[in-house]
């Protein structure tokens, strides 16, 4: 008795060690949790059970949160707390076209937790640090092996930017966060760029770290913006739970760059053209507290008033038909629109870099979960001008993910999935963007990636390489049309 007691003994003695072991591994993004998810559940409801005014009322009034979504069903998070509405119990629980697909968000998320820390130990081991690790190049060893929190990311895009000076520029600060992260920005494609010029000025930036409106009035005044370089622009992890888009923008950016160094024609001639801006993590403060208090959080992180509920969604907040529905005016809510259009650091500081990049002839927001390619609109079921030019762009990255690994996204109109108001893809493609856009219409892109909800957000490390590797095909495609088709126009 007393030896088995001193084996289990060692035992734990020995596992303790080699979770403090774990945790003192330089450079390994470990997850941290505060906010636990018991009782929880993930119902998917077919699209012919929720009219869109329950879904609407769901998403707007009862604060339930929508994970995913296609064209034939939409997958709900469930908690303790909307469980006891009749509403939510009539229109979901009870509803015998929903079915559980997550009996326990808890374990999946705690599982999940184990694969990354295992995950960013391995690939962190395989980097060393110090100098070895400067040593290694422009993506350390192992790097695609593991999710990185938000530190680790802007030193591996800072390290990236240095190893190709002439062709990257790392803009360490557009815009400060409520909780005064600076949200960094990338330029790509050699000099020649307006952002430098205006960030790295302080007195042309106001108390955010954003450009003042004259220095675009400015710019619009003394150069002719039609005749500029063009751009195109990259947004990823706005929402912060979805962790495969800062890690998808992290793979196409390093695989443009090192493509560009081995002189590939495709990305030559895409950077001969185009610049390519990114902002890598628009929602800093939103990332930064999944990793270290609630996985599943997706806005940002601002105090409402009048409510203990913090956060506004930033892809509800644009000045692009704000508050006409499809988003909430519930500070709890997930999809909470925000007090005012624009009235978040992360819009202002997205839009001042749109502007600086501008023109801007495609614009995309990356985020997860359910392979869709959505093009505009998300306030209206018409059609846009360029309808048949969105979608033909779309199919076309659409053949190139397929062509990749086999992977089905599904191409449409952003409305066909549910509506939406003040989301930054509308904005790009839409009025506001336009009058700042040199005569050009961005087209404008919401990317849904990986996977179509058996991990949903919590999608396993060993799927950043293939879902990186496909994006990167379908933006070779995109920069392909544009290429051969050239712009489309206001
Ligand atoms: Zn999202």
Redesign the pocket.
């Known amino acids: 008795m007393i030896g088995r007691f001193s084996v289990g003994l060692l035992l734990s003695l020995l596992f303790a060690l080699a979770s403090a072991e774990q945790l003192l591994v330089p450079g390994a993004s470990i997850p941290e949790r505060s906010v636990r998810y018991d009782n929880e559940q993930i119902i998917r409801c077919s699209s012919s059970a929720l009219a869109p005014a329950a879904l609407e009322a769901l998403i707007t009034r009862h604060g339930v949160d929508i994970w995913g979504a296609t064209g034939e069903h939409v997958d709900l998070r469930i908690t303790e707390q909307t469980a006891a509405s009749r509403a939510v119990r009539h229109m979901v629980v009870d509803n015998t076209e929903c079915r559980v697909i997550v009996h326990d968000v808890e374990r999946l998320v705690a599982s999940a937790e184990r694969v990354q820390t295992a995950a960013a130990v391995r690939s962190a081991a395989q980097r060393g640090d110090g100098e070895d690790a400067a040593a290694a190049g422009p993506v350390p060893a192992g790097w695609f092996d593991a999710y990185h929190d938000f530190d680790s990311t802007r030193t591996f895009y800072q390290n990236l930017a240095q190893s190709y000076p002439d062709m990257a520029t790392f803009l360490p600060s557009i815009g400060k966060t409520h909780e005064s992260r600076s949200i960094f920005g990338l330029v790509l494609g050699g000099s020649n760029s307006t952002a430098s010029a205006i960030y790295d000025q302080p007195e042309l930036l106001d108390e955010h770290g954003i450009p003042l409106e004259e220095v675009f009035a400015e710019r619009a005044a003394s150069e002719d913006l039609a005749a500029a370089k063009p751009s195109i622009f990259f947004q990823c992890s706005?929402?912060a739970r979805?962790w495969i888009s800062n890690a998808v923008c992290q793979y196409v950016l390093s695989t443009l760059l090192d493509s560009h160094s081995r002189r590939v024609p495709a990305v030559v001639e895409l950077f001969d053209r185009y610049n390519l801006y990114v902002i890598p993590i628009t929602n800093p403060d939103g990332y930064a507290h999944t990793w270290s208090g609630d996985r599943m959080w997706?806005k940002n992180r601002v105090p409402n008033a009048g409510s203990t509920c913090r956060g506004v969604d930033v892809?509800r907040n644009y000045n692009d038909h704000w508050g006409q529905g499809g988003s909430s005016n519930l500070p709890c809510s997930d999809t909470y629109m925000g007090t005012a259009a624009n009235s978040e650091l992360e819009t202002r500081a997205s839009i001042a870099f749109f502007r600086s990049a501008s023109p801007v002839h495609l614009a995309i927001d990356w985020?997860?979960y359910s392979q869709l390619i959505l093009r505009p609109y998300g306030w209206s079921t018409s059609d846009s001008p360029h309808e048949a030019r969105l979608k033909q762009i779309g199919a076309a990255m659409q053949a190139a993910i397929r062509n990749t690994h086999g992977m089905s996204y599904t191409n449409q109109k952003s409305i066909e999935l549910y509506p939406t108001t003040g989301t930054a893809s509308d904005w790009f493609y839409g009025s506001e963007a336009t009058r700042y856009n040199g005569g050009f219409r961005s087209a404008g892109y919401t990317i849904?990636l990986r996977d179509t909800g058996r991990y949903g957000f919590l999608l396993p490390p060993e799927q950043i390489l293939p879902t990186g590797e496909e994006s990167y095909a379908a933006v070779l495609a995109m920069a392909r049309d544009l290429l051969d088709n050239g712009p489309m126009y206001a």
């Open positions: 706005i929402h979805e997706r892809n985020h997860a849904e």
